[in-house]
């Protein structure tokens, strides 16, 4: 439980980063007496008036401390929500932790620390949530241990409860924090970082991209998980050593032309084959193996996607490619983006205008991430609201570009995504086409289950003996049959016969 005195400490901290992170607006609302009064009570968050809003917001996460940096991080995946320079500033946001101290580490890992013959004093990355040690086991195997930060779990559910209890109240006097629908948001991001606690769901992920890169893609590799010495607070698995996306020196003994294309293709093989994704590629997540195969760790973070979403992107992404505004909005439409009060046709003209601007223009022309700004920009200005999931993965997407970069700082998108959605097409439209017809089969057998009972009910409701005209129980009797011989047509059967009502009434 949190103290009273915690609690309003914490409650005027995160108020007080609120206050100026919203000053201009307050500006604009408060008498210029209640502005002085907020300056003089939350006087130690003065200096946040210093920078411009967007570095106002990364900075003010920055000092209220890990859980507000690990919000701060999810947050630049709004980009539904944020402007573009304020997203730029939170994806600056990193993990710059200090550890927790060794003897609290050996306390998490219990007997499991007796499988070591060396355990690192020094971790090699400290985060919010966790820290990472090296170890060699008994048998000389080196490998890397994860480890849950002892009472880290409870802080951060006392931050979240403040929060949300917070944001809930000053919604009703802030307007941006209604317009951007923070609550709902933090209420989301609660559920993501309470996921994070359990390293047993990040082990059975990697063991999913592991089996992919071993049966499927050559060029990637995923350290092994060592299942015997894992559970919730600790993830053992195998020590990759290689060359750090960020050691731009050491790259040099590469093609860095080639890794740069791999890095995309390998991305795109994990959303499109897999329809899971590593949700945070960043340069430090990413080593080069001597052998120039790339190896992908930390696997905290995943993007999946539903059926219903993988398919709206995928119609998406093709649109996007043939420059067709029909199939876009189609797909938003799968996934409820667009609603009734969308002028569909002033929409797709400014998709079109938006797409023409591009269109013509070589690949090596085309930003990726200012094309995906822009096109999200059209999509706030219609109020069209995509889901997160969607959302999440269209910014990995782009940001595979910008990785590419540091990878070969000349690297110009390839030609890599339009063959490879052309190529998936075909399997793609035949596995859709499947699944609704599995998802038709399933209604239509339980139309079938119900329809006994159905007709009982109906014979029972006729008030006299001959209650059931003749041709109404030639209906009925007409799609017994059809359902004995020929099911297929049964649709077209249900069809005419909800319109003879109708064709009855006329003749009335």
Known sequence: MISIGERNRRVKDITGALFFCNYEYL???????????????????????????????RVALERLGPTYIKIGQMLSTR???????????LEKLQDDVPPAPVDEILEVLGDIRNAFKEFSEKPIGSGSIAQVHTAVLKNGQKVAVKVIKPGVEEQIKKDITILKLLVRKLSKFIKPLRD??????????????????DLTKEASYMEMFRKFAEEKEPRLVIPAVYWK??????????????????DLKNLEKFNRKKLAEDFVILVNRQIFELSVFH?????????????????????????????????????????VMKKDVDMIVEALKKVGAVGDNV???????????????????????IDAEKFFYEELAITRQFNVVLPEELLVLLKTVTHTESVARIICPDF?????????LKKLMPKFMVEDFRRRTMKAAASYASLIEQFPEFVKKSLKSRKTERELPLIESSFILGFSIILAIKPVVAPL????????????????
């Open 27 to 57: 500006k604009e609302k408060l008498p210029a007496s209640l502005l002085w009064l907020g300056k003089l009570f939350f006087r130690r968050w003065n200096f946040l008036l210093e920078y411009p809003p967007p570095v106002r917001l």
């Open 79 to 89: 980009v539904d929500v944020f402007p573009e320079e304020y997203i730029k500033e």
């Open 412 to 420: 110009t998108l390839p030609p890599v995504l339009q063959p490879y």
């Open 279 to 319: 949700g945070d590629l960043h340069p430090g997540n990413i080593f080069v193996l001597d052998d120039g195969r790339l190896a992908f760790v930390d696997f905290g973070i995943i993007g999946r996607l539903s059926p219903d979403t993988f398919s709206a992107f995928f119609m998406f992404s093709y649109a």
């Open 343 to 365: 002028n569909e046709q002033l929409f797709k003209r400014e998709l079109l205008i938006f797409l023409d601007k591009y269109y013509n223009r070589p690949l090596s022309k």
């Open 180 to 197: 951007y629908r923070i609550s709902s948001i933090i209420e989301e991001f609660e559920r993501v970082l309470l996921d994070e606690f």
């Open 493 to 508: 059967y249900l069809l005419f016969a909800a319109l003879y009502p109708f064709l009855k009434g006329g003749n009335d």
């Open 229 to 246: 010495y894992t559970n919730r607070n600790v993830l053992v698995s195998e020590f990759i050593k290689g060359t750090k996306l960020t």
